[in-house]
């Protein structure tokens, strides 16, 4: 299929609509992440075991991230789709929060790492490589689960 103007112009709106939800995407992560690093240190400060403090961080952190991506960064206006959403993002979270507590701990007590770096660089690598895809093509996802681009 020969590329014409209509269909740079579209993949280049494309693209800036892409390169939007990642900017906001990423923005509503890291608002959510100091909310959750906040807490985290405030609990492990007043003696809560990092573990329990990574994981009600954690909580905090999913519902903020949430509230804030549906609303802001993917613009999901649908209200119908908001149980779908729902359901897709505690997946998500709950997985999210097995690695985090599985590296924060891998981190501390593996590699004895000082507690809140451990917990703090085991969710960045969390929020890099798994929590922005997952959102993005699972939980807020454009088109039907188990579409396609072909069939779009």
Known sequence: MPVTKSSDKKNGQTRKLELRRFVRANLSAGIATWLEW?????????????????????????????????????????????QKEAVRYVLASAASLLLNLVLAYEFVSGLGMAKIP????????VGLLW??????????????VGASAATL
Do not use: C, E, Q
């Not at 906040?38 to 961080?57: D, F």
């Open 38 to 82: 906040l807490l985290v240190t405030v609990l492990v400060a007043v003696s809560v075991h990092y573990l329990v403090a990574t994981a009600i961080g954690a909580t905090i952190g999913a519902v903020t991230d949430f509230s804030i991506k549906r609303n802001w960064a993917f613009i999901r206006g649908k209200v119908g789709m908001i």
């Open 118 to 125: 451990g917990v703090i660089a085991a969710s960045i690598v």
């Open 131 to 144: 929590n922005y895809p997952v959102h993005r093509y699972f939980v807020f996802s454009t088109r039907p």
